[in-house]
């Protein structure tokens, strides 16, 4: 009795078993090799597509780095530092005469403008807006006089409307 039961056809099963083996293997490798190849050709190119992408960053990095050297100083001469500075001393520190402002300003008293001229070499500055009370006003012309910042401060005009009173001050103005 046999203990192998062979389903194939007597021909293929003549071929033997180890022959099968070899037959599929051989049939694989083609297979693998072009899987491989095409594998290997793709990374190629995405390696290509990015050395071409570092050229272009690299030419915008030198425009920009060309166009970002910083400008070499024109040296000035002593007579143009000299107005500049003599500019700067005759400016008032703003920044000090708006703080100075705000403290002085009651709370029943509201700026409708600021206006700064200079007149004759003496700087100006006038002063309008709105009070609740003609007490606010007082108020508001001994603090000016009482300020480092101002002096001679004068009124233009202090009119009594429907709810308020409008006024205008004229002061000149310390800054040295």
Do not use: C
Not at 4 to 15: D, F, R
Not at 22 to 42: H, N, R
Not at 75 to 86: T, Y
Not at 127 to 141: D, E, M, P, R, Y
């Amino acid at each position: 009795m046999k203990e192998i039961l062979n389903l194939l056809p007597l021909e293929a099963g003549a071929a033997g078993p180890g022959k099968g083996i070899v037959y599929y293997l051989l049939m694989a490798v083609p297979v693998y090799a072009a899987l491989m190849t095409f594998l290997l050709a793709s990374k190629v190119m995405e390696t290509r597509k990015i050395d071409i992408e570092i050229k272009k960053l690299g030419m915008q990095k030198t425009d920009l780095s060309t166009k970002l050297k910083p400008q070499v100083p024109v040296a000035l001469s002593p007579a143009i530092d000299k107005e500049i500075s003599s500019a700067v001393e005759k400016t008032p520190r703003w920044s000090r005469i708006v703080s100075e402002l705000s403290l002085i300003i009651h709370e029943e008293i509201w700026l409708s403008s600021i206006e700064s001229k200079e007149e004759k070499g003496v700087k100006k500055m006038s002063i309008k807006g709105f009070s609740s009370t003609q007490l606010g006003v007082a108020n508001l012309i001994s603090s000016l006089e009482a300020s480092d910042f101002f002096y001679e401060v004068e009124i233009v005009f202090s009119q009594k409307g429907e709810k308020d009173i409008s006024f205008e001050l004229r002061t000149r103005l310390k800054w040295t």
